[in-house]
């Protein structure tokens, strides 16, 4: 079941990166958006959602599935904003400890989880300075 | 001029020079693979025969290269091959893991053939095994 991401009266937007491509508020996981809308919810910080189903990624990436997002503003400053680092772990952390969660990518957090199994992936930190990426497992 | 455009073509075209790799990538004949409707774990089956001609009852085998790949931005992904065979077909897939399955794992049946005696296999592989039945 899909379904777009609730906007909590703008807490989250949907504000493509490049603005010529269309808008990334499009349909996701049930369980995705869920996810999402927790963490918002919870820590009362605004997100911007920079791609959903759209945009370039890898040919077996959860984005194509309506499983994964990017997210590249938190509290409208940038992922990489030494002033937003403390916003940006709070919404790493809190992501993380999501049942349905499968990767959350950034630059304090890099896990892939598989059912309740965690595996620890840094390597993609460098990846992901710039933006959380983060998908559901279901 | 010249100089500059060969050079340029020289940066731009690079020939792979692993052996395997080559005869692989020119031969290879896809049979098989999975639909990926649901993103668990993904398949392909690639068929090679070894070059040459039959010559005294003796022709050229076949091996089945089984490629399989997890689902994500950095999926985890592994390759097998099967035994040599005279000739190896792909029958079908028997089952495909659904979201959520704790030890996701692709079933599918194979026949087998090696002097006029054909044998159905049937195939159990996950990212870190696989089994033959």
């Known amino acids: 079941m899909k379904r777009k991401i609730l906007s909590f009266n703008g807490k989250i937007t949907f504000i493509n990166d490049e603005p010529s491509k269309p808008s990334p508020n499009l349909p996701v996981s049930e369980f995705l958006a869920k996810i999402i809308e927790h963490v918002v919810r919870t820590t009362n910080l605004s997100i911007n959602v920079n791609s959903t189903t759209g945009g370039t990624h890898s040919k077996t990436s959860f984005h194509y599935y309506g499983m994964a997002i990017d997210i590249n503003l938190i509290n409208g400053k940038k992922i990489d904003d030494p002033t937003n680092s403390a916003n940006v772990k709070k919404v790493q952390q809190l992501l993380s400890l999501q049942a349905d969660i499968g990767e959350c990518f950034g630059p304090f957090i890099n896990i892939r989880k598989k059912g309740t199994k965690i595996i620890q992936k840094p390597q993609m930190k460098a990846k992901h300075l710039n933006h959380l990426h983060i998908s559901s497992q279901r | ?133």
């Open chain 2, 1 to 133: 001029m010249k100089f500059i455009t060969l050079l340029t073509a020289s940066l731009l075209i690079v020939s792979c020079a692993k052996t395997d790799l080559v005869y692989f990538a020119n031969n290879f004949e896809t049979i098989a693979q999975t639909d990926n409707a649901i993103p668990t774990l993904s398949s392909r089956l690639l068929r090679v025969r070894e070059p040459g001609e039959c010559d005294n009852n003796k022709c050229p085998q076949e091996v089945i290269y089984i490629t399989v790949s997890e689902f994500g931005e950095y999926p985890e992904q592994a390759l097998y091959i099967t035994p040599k065979a005279n000739k190896w077909q792909f029958i079908e897939w028997n089952h495909i893991p659904k979201l959520g399955e704790e030890k996701p794992t692709i079933i599918f049946t194979l026949k087998k053939t090696n002097k006029n005696i054909e044998q159905k296999v049937t195939v159990e592989v996950s990212l870190s095994t696989i089994e033959y039945k």
